[in-house]
């Protein structure tokens, strides 16, 4: 059972405009969740996070929104730029996993950002 | 700057062969991980070490197993190939908790035929 779910597998967006990447989840017992950012032939590169008890967290041109009560995140990047096309994981940290920052990740969504 | 360093990059087994994938990392964390990413499926956790002399199964363990060789080398082994097992490899290190601490290895390519 998928318990962090995309299901959004690709978007495309037009250069300058806002991207928007949903990320939907079963459980209510997570701590922190994060975006990852892949390139193809490389690891994925830690983006942005936001606490449970938070509603958004702001970082430059990527804002994270959390929406508990509809167990939705999503990520905004504004204004969009080529460089931004990517592979974009979300992920969740299962309360009382300690120490050992164990993560749940989605599905991933492609993001083309055309020039 | 070396970060977290995987070898090998591409490796195509027969099924029924092992093999040994390698991670290693330079910023002294204590938590390693291993994960496999497969076409819609996302990034799913295999074993992870939380501190040195421990390991712990994740959601997919099956057909693998782990050594956590001291802190900074953590390894995957395939005793017997299975073409499902063909994917591709990640291993991870992180301080612990914070999850956002995760710097990843560039990937290790798998094909079992």
């Known amino acids: 059972d998928q318990q962090v779910k995309q299901n959004s597998p690709s978007l495309s967006v037009q250069e300058g405009r806002i991207s928007i990447l949903n990320c939907d989840y079963t459980n209510s017992m997570f701590d922190y969740f994060l975006w990852y950012k892949k390139y193809p032939a490389e690891g994925p590169t830690f983006l942005i996070s936001?606490?449970?008890?938070?509603d958004k967290n702001e970082d430059g041109r990527f804002t994270v929104f959390l929406n508990k009560s509809a167990k939705h995140l999503s990520l905004h990047i504004v204004p969009s730029q080529p460089g931004d096309s990517a592979v974009y994981f979300c992920?969740?940290?299962?309360?009382?996993?300690?120490?050992?920052?164990?993560?749940?990740f989605g599905q991933g969504t492609t993001l083309q950002v055309k020039p | 700057n070396a970060g977290v360093t995987q070898t090998p990059k591409f490796q195509v087994l027969k099924t029924g062969q092992s093999m040994t994938l390698q991670c290693a990392q330079d910023?002294?964390?204590?938590?390693m991980y291993w994960y496999r990413q497969d076409p819609g499926m996302g990034l799913r956790l295999i074993y992870y070490s939380a501190s040195e002399g421990t390991t712990d199964k994740g959601e997919v363990p099956n057909g693998y197993n782990v050594s956590r060789l001291n802190k900074r080398e953590f390894s995957l082994r395939l005793e017997s190939a299975a073409p499902s097992q063909t994917s591709v490899y990640f291993c991870?290190?992180?301080?612990?908790?914070?999850?956002?601490?995760?710097?990843f290895g560039s990937g290790t390519r798998l094909t079992v035929v």
């Open positions: 936001i606490s449970s008890i938070k």
């Open positions: 910023m002294n964390h204590n938590s």
């Open positions: 991870a290190s992180s301080e612990g908790w914070q999850g956002y601490g995760y710097t």
């Open positions: 992920a969740a940290t299962p309360r009382g996993s300690g120490n050992t920052g164990k993560l749940i």
